[in-house]
């Protein structure tokens, strides 16, 4: 009876059980002399085992990782940007600096990805990096690996940008009046920021100088008297932060937004307020911003339908036209054809 | 390629065209050459064949049958079982007669291709399956047009004078040219009228930048090589070939671009922290446009000018629906 034994043939009989004949290893002369070996880049060893470069660059992130104290899951999932990425094609090429950088990048996707506000501006000082070289990198992970990621949450940077001020607890170089409750500061900041937004400040702008800004705004409305006289230089001094460059214009901006709010308020109107005295009234403003932004935005779409009609009336009837000037207005034949082409399309 | 969708397997042919590192050079403001130079061949022949057959057909349109456009999900779902797909994607582009048009040129060609399979994946920025997808914005009507042209403002072409040129000696005997053998290995020449900047290479190769329409640009690459033949070179002027065309124009209102970036994930790139406007490469056809919450876009990657326009027509009612409404 045939009768295997794992993968080993056997014969075995019927009646007693006893193994009558075993299976060889191999049945001809032809099957032990003239058979390849199975090498080892088809057997399951290599896929199972990773490239040297790839097991240092996902150590390198992993490093990334543990310097920026990240929790386990974007750790993990920063490690499986790179283990997908680093063994392909397009980036096995790369040199060493662009290798790190793509390390930084699949950090940097993955704390996007689980809504972790890490900015492009601390990868960069982190790896010693050029911004445009980062961007590349980043530009091509993205492409190659189809990854969807998330923008940078405005709401969490504002949370983790504030812990880094100092302005939160008493110190010998910080004014007693400077001083300000954290919670309360992250959430008017967060107002701040979120009006920013709903006034297009936002879009297209570093995010971290609008923080800033807000974080200033908020911290001076909190306490005026104290406060007012202090710029925006000497509040980043003091809180032990840099001044991005942009935030000055953009802290003009929000003062802009705000006054223009504050007009709609009757009881700020009399006031006549300026870019300073605003700020006191911040709390009030942004209690009733969703009203006060409605109303502002209207009068501006009223005032853009004014100056279009304006401009029509003002052309005159029977002005000189010149040759020149009909001409600008004709379309070649070259670009009549094309034209045409394209409303064809439509 | 298994389980990869005819759309990534699209968009991959796509990507890998585009030379991922040179991709920052599209915010150099004023780098002589622009996108890429070098004629893309063979990747391109599926899309050749795409934008080739529009012209070749008869620009008459009576001829084409076109009543069987609004049913061409129910007629074709047992030959092109992605046109289903087609509805979202017309949602997606937001322009329904141009997909609707692609699909009639598309569906002939495969027709006649007598391959019914293929077109599918050739015509997959007609009809992708689609990821999941955040809510899109609403189909306008087709007849509703923008009402606005995009203008030309930079055309990029190259020419072959088809003889071998002493740099040096141009250098030395044209009032207009410069020359750096240190700093770049080509003569760099301008002239007033078209207001042009041409690259002068010894092999006789030439690229001719800033002109604002094609016939200027091919203008003042003749303009260039009277100069060169006028310095006593046999200059011809062979395989004149726009290669790239840039046109810019404001749709006048806000647009959130936040929201953009979250409708369109797959064509969209939008990083405030690397660059202020979004990065929408659209697929058909193939521009790239950078939008700016201003409201202006500009487009780039064409090689003719109905390419922009048809790219703006695309954009606009996309563009549209994310108008500022706070």
């Known amino acids: 009876l045939p009768d295997a034994h794992y993968a080993q043939a056997q014969l075995v009989c019927a009646a007693c059980g006893c193994v009558a004949a075993e299976g060889l290893l191999t049945t001809t002369f032809g099957d032990e002399e003239h058979l390849r070996e199975v090498a080892f880049s088809r057997s399951t060893g290599q896929r199972e085992q990773r490239s040297r470069s790839v097991q240092r660059g996902v150590k390198r992130v992993q490093d990334l990782c543990r310097v920026l104290r990240l929790p386990r899951a974007l750790e993990e999932t920063a490690v499986s940007h790179a283990e997908r990425a680093l063994p392909r094609a397009a980036f096995r090429r790369l040199g060493l600096p662009k290798k790190e950088l793509l390390g930084g990048c699949c950090v940097l996707a993955s704390c996007r990805q689980h809504g972790w506000p890490l900015t492009m501006g601390t990868l960069c000082s982190l790896l010693y990096a050029d911004a445009e070289l980062l961007a590349g990198v980043y530009r091509g992970l993205r ?34 009046p400077f001083v300000e409750d954290k919670e309360q500061t992250v959430t008017r900041t967060l107002q701040v920021v979120e009006l920013a937004g709903d006034t297009w400040l936002v879009t297209g702008r570093h995010p971290v100088p609008i923080v800033t800004a807000a974080a200033f705004l908020a911290w001076q409305s909190l306490r005026p008297a104290a406060r007012l006289a202090c710029t925006l230089a000497r509040f980043c001094r003091a809180a032990g932060v840099e001044v991005p460059p942009p935030a000055p214009l953009r802290l003009k901006e929000l003062h802009d937004v705000l006054l223009r709010m504050a007009a709609q308020l ?81 | 390629m298994d389980g990869v969708s005819p759309l990534e397997q699209y968009l991959e042919r796509c990507n890998g065209q585009d030379d991922i590192s040179t991709s920052p050079q599209l915010f150099a403001p004023m780098s002589p050459y622009d996108v890429d130079l070098p004629i893309q061949t063979t990747p391109d022949a599926p899309f050749a064949s795409q934008f080739n057959q529009p012209k070749e057909l008869p620009p008459d349109f ?24 087609q509805d979202t994607q017309k949602e997606l582009d937001g322009s329904v007669s141009r997909n609707e048009d ?20 050739e015509t997959s920025g007609v009809c992708p399956p689609l990821t999941p997808m955040t809510p899109v914005t609403p189909v306008t009507p ?8 995009p203008q030309l403002q930079n055309i990029v072409s190259t020419v072959n004078l088809a003889c071998k040129l002493d740099l040096k000696n141009i ?60 310095l006593g070179f046999p200059a011809k002027f062979l395989d004149f070939k726009i290669q790239n065309m840039v046109g810019s124009c404001d749709v006048r209102f806000p647009i959130r671009l936040e929201g953009l970036v979250l409708t369109h994930q797959q064509f969209s790139s939008y990083e405030p922290e690397l660059f202020p406007g979004l990065i929408y490469r659209m697929v058909k056809p193939r521009i790239v446009l950078l939008i700016f919450v201003s409201g202006k876009v500009v487009l780039t990657g064409a090689k003719e000018r109905s390419e922009i326009y048809e790219a703006f027509e ?3 009612p996309i563009l549209k629906g994310f108008k500022k409404s706070s």
């Open chain 2, 171 to 230: 250098a030395l005997h044209a009032r207009n040219a410069e020359y750096n053998p240190k700093r770049f290995a080509a003569v760099i020449m301008r002239i007033r009228e078209p207001r042009t900047t041409a690259l002068i290479f010894s092999s006789g190769k030439m690229v001719c930048t800033g002109a604002k329409s094609e016939e200027q640009s091919r203008l003042a690459a003749r303009k260039y090589a009277r100069v060169v033949q006028k």
């Open chain 2, 142 to 149: 087709a007849s509703e047009s923008s009402g606005i042209v």
């Open chain 2, 62 to 85: 009576s001829s084409v049958d076109l009543s069987f456009l609004p049913d061409i999900s129910q007629d074709d779902q047992d030959q092109n079982p992605c046109e289903g797909a």
């Open chain 1, 266 to 346: 009757a009881w700020l109107r009399v006031l006549r307020l300026d870019k300073k005295t605003v700020v006191k009234h911040l709390g009030d403003i942004l209690q009733h911003r969703v009203f006060l932004l409605r109303k502002a935005f209207r009068t501006e779409d009223e005032e853009e339908e004014e100056e279009d009609e304006e401009e029509k009336e003002e052309a005159p009837l029977d002005a000189p036209i010149s040759d020149s000037e009909i001409e600008q207005y004709l379309r070649g034949r070259e670009e009549a054809r094309a034209f045409g082409k394209a409303k064809a399309w439509l």
């Open chain 1, 143 to 176: 492409a190659e690996l189809r990854l969807c990621v998330p923008a940078l949450g405005l709401a969490e940077l504002v949370k983790t940008h504030l812990n880094s001020f100092r302005l939160f607890q008493q110190a010998a170089d910080i004014p007693a």
């Open chain 2, 102 to 121: 692609s699909g009639v040129f598309l569906e002939e060609s495969g027709l006649s291709e007598a391959d019914t399979t293929q077109p599918c994946s």
């Open chain 2, 314 to 316: 695309n954009i606009y």
